[in-house]
Every structure is written in structure tokens, then in C-alpha cells.
């Protein structure tokens, strides 16, 4: 079994910062792409970012130059910097990873999610 665990959400007043974690555990043969998405109430689950095991990345325009996202690919891990939040941030945000189980086998996993709330 392959497990995503979040952790870092919470609570924050507009402007300030918060770090989100993602720590990939189990059957894991290798990590491809990581990311990052959000879906705030009423609304469809989005990109925020993603990160390929070299270190390129992609953000969605609307957190460029506030979110940085990282990973530590021998911790199976990857990171979400998160500055000069805005209410419109307010979400659930979700790990994702592209991982292989075995040389042949492998998908897409979620994280079970966490909830970051910005208030005004």
C-alpha cells in the first residue's frame, strides 16, 4: 500500500505564511512527479503547483511569486512554501504523486488532504 500524509495547514491572517509537507510511504519503487492542487467550497480541484524528480516546476498564475514548491526525493517528500497568503487561498490542499509500486505498476495517489484557511 502507498500512503500520502500531509501536514502544515491551518489557520493564518492575510499576509502571513505557512508550510505545507507531503511525506510519500509503502510499496514505493520510485517517485516521479509531485504536486500540489486545491479545491476551495464550491468549486473544482485545481493546480498549484507541480515538481518533476530533476526540480523543474509549474505554477498556477495565481500563486506565482508566493508559493515555492520543493521536494527532498530521498525522503519521498515534497514541500509547499507558502507567503502573502490571500483569503481567496482559503482551500483544501492535496498532495499528488506519480509514483511506480513496482518497475511496471504504479499511478496516481492522492493525500487525504489539508485544510488551509486565510482570514481577512
Known amino acids: 500500500q502507498v500512503q500520502l500524509v500531509e501536514s502544515g495547514g491551518g489557520l493564518v491572517q492575510a499576509g502571513g505564511s505557512l508550510r505545507l509537507s507531503c511525506a510519500a510511504s509503502g510499496s514505493i519503487f520510485r517517485v516521479n512527479g509531485m504536486g500540489w492542487y486545491r479545491q476551495a467550497p464550491g468549486k473544482r480541484r485545481e493546480l498549484v503547483a507541480t515538481?518533476?524528480?530533476?526540480?523543474?516546476?509549474n505554477y498556477a498564475d495565481s500563486v506565482k511569486g508566493r508559493f515555492t514548491i520543493s521536494r527532498d526525493n530521498a525522503k519521498n517528500t515534497v514541500y509547499l512554501q507558502m507567503n502573502s497568503l490571500k483569503p481567496e487561498d482559503t482551500a483544501v490542499y492535496y498532495c499528488?504523486?506519480?509514483?511506480?509500486?513496482?518497475?511496471?505498476?504504479?499511478?496516481?495517489?492522492w493525500g487525504q488532504g489539508t485544510q488551509v484557511t486565510v482570514s481577512s
Open positions: 499528488n504523486a506519480d509514483l511506480l509500486r513496482t518497475v511496471i505498476t504504479g499511478g496516481q495517489y
Open positions: 515538481i518533476t524528480t530533476g526540480g523543474s516546476t
